[in-house]
């Protein structure tokens, strides 16, 4: 089936048939949908949000279901497009962490290391710098914490603060632009990638058209997008037989978001110790020399800290953390969030280390690895203390090149959170936190006995 299901064999002008006017319908609505998110919604609006999203959510399944065809998959493709072109020009609604980007950006535009001292200290200290004002630290959502923004993004923020000094709303623009390109990109190696893996070309809707990826991820400027796009590229590479080329791709990748390192376990075995060890070195290599124009022993100091403190301070729609918050709370009588952070982390690290070191390779040593790289994300957001609704894109991406489809659940439920905003001041509902992953995890366990995984 595809858009234009006239007779080909016809002179006669083609027709418009009812799938053709069903898709058009829904791709009007995800537009106008897309515009009135972006135009209208603000982040303490939950009913409005909710209604948007939910709406969005609907006709995005039902596209992904009855989509049939290259054709069809293509022009869903330009529509996925034509959905971030729109909200490139509209100032993220759901996040203020642009703020932060321009912050870094003008810093490094005055030729400052962004890690070098906390916004704060430039306001206190009166430091007169182009751009560094009263007005934009007001507006900053962590100015007594250091940035945690690798060189990547750094890198993309100095940019459009070079082209746009003096307007946020330009700068923001310019980033999105660049963001809109990444997308592009991911869109094309999706396409490569199922085509490699003999898998349906619609899956890659399930990335392209996804809500969470288009109003929350890219429409409030979060740039997993960069991760995620060097990500499939060190993937593509990889199932090319380029290692090399891969290494310095997910070296990309890490530089843009550090969670990446996650993956590189599930190379020891298929390429062996001596390329996967080299492959170790050229990633840690290219991080630390991307690193290297932002630091010294100060400033990696700092950005430990932030890192740290991520662990060991925030906490927001966790799993089991709150389950284990809960119960030191009765034990202790108060929150064991520094040993449990951390505790946590190292739990999951080693689970992701156990998966990669007891699975048996198939005779293609790439066909399941975008399934373990799927797992191991899945294991390091259920075990860690924040889960931000766009935490889950790399979920998404991955799992159109496998057959589970949690991510996609995860992702309309994970927007409930948004709930949080809608009180009087900031207070997490852990009703809708515990309803969320009930049903995920009672959908994760129907798929791991549907696959029969266990």
């Known amino acids: ?126 430091i007169n710098l182009a751009g560094i004002d009263q007005d934009l630290f007001q507006r900053l959502n962590s100015p007594n914490y250091f940035t945690v923004y690798p060189p990547v993004p750094q ?41 490699h893996f003999s898998l349906s070309q619609k899956n890659v809707l399930i990335y392209a058209l996804n809500p969470l990826i288009i109003l929350d991820t890219f429409g409030n400027l979060h740039f997993e997008i960069v991760m995620i796009f060097f990500v499939v590229f060190a993937l593509w590479l990889l199932v090319k037989r380029e290692w090399v080329s891969s290494a310095f791709a997910m070296s990309l990748a890490v530089a843009s978001k550090l969670l990446p390192l996650i993956f590189l376990p599930f190379l020891i075995k298929r390429l062996g110790w001596k390329k996967a060890l080299a492959y170790f070195l050229i990633v840690g290599g290219m991080v630390v020399l991307l690193f290297l124009p932002f630091f010294n022993l100060e400033t990696l100091k700092n950005f430990s800290n932030s890192l740290d403190l991520y662990f060991r301070r925030f906490e927001f729609n966790a799993s089991l953390y709150y389950l284990f918050r809960y119960i030191g709370l009765k034990i202790s009588g108060y929150n064991l969030i520094q040993v449990l952070g951390p505790a946590l982390a190292i739990v999951s690290g080693l689970w992701i280390l156990g998966l990669a070191f007891w699975e048996k390779i198939s005779a293609d040593r790439f066909a399941i690895l975008p399934e373990k790289w799927l797992f191991a994300m899945t294991i390091f957001l259920i075990f860690t203390t924040t889960i931000h609704p766009w935490y889950l ?30 009180y009087g001041t900031y207070y997490e509902n852990l009703w809708i936190v515990g309803a969320e992953y009930v049903v995920l995890l009672g959908f994760i366990g129907w798929e791991i006995k549907q696959y029969r995984l266990l």
């Open 155 to 195: 890198g993309i923020f100095a940019l459009a603060n070079f082209v746009f000094p003096k307007s946020i709303w330009g700068c923001m623009v310019v980033m999105k632009f660049i963001l809109l390109l990444f997308e592009a990109g991911t869109f094309f190696l999706l396409l490569k990638l199922l085509k």
């Open 1 to 126: 089936m595809t858009l234009s299901r006239c007779d080909t064999h016809s002179v006669m002008p083609k027709s418009i048939g009812k799938y053709d006017i069903l898709m058009l319908v829904l791709s009007l609505s995800l537009i106008s949908l897309t515009m009135g998110f972006g135009l209208f919604i603000r982040q303490n609006d939950f009913a409005e949000l909710i209604f948007f999203y939910a709406f969005f959510f609907v006709v995005y399944l039902i596209i992904c279901r009855y989509t049939e065809g290259s054709r069809a998959v293509y022009i869903l493709l330009g529509l996925g497009v034509l959905l971030r072109l729109i909200l490139v020009f509209l100032m993220p609604n759901l996040s203020d962490d642009v703020y932060r980007f321009i912050w870094d950006g003008r810093l490094i535009i005055n030729g400052i290391s962004p890690f070098a001292e906390l916004p704060s200290h430039y306001i206190d200290q009166k």
């Open 393 to 422: 894109s790399s979920l998404l991406v991955l799992c159109t090149l496998t057959r589970f489809r949690y991510p996609v659940l995860w992702s309309g439920l994970i927007m409930l959170t948004y709930i949080n905003y809608s």
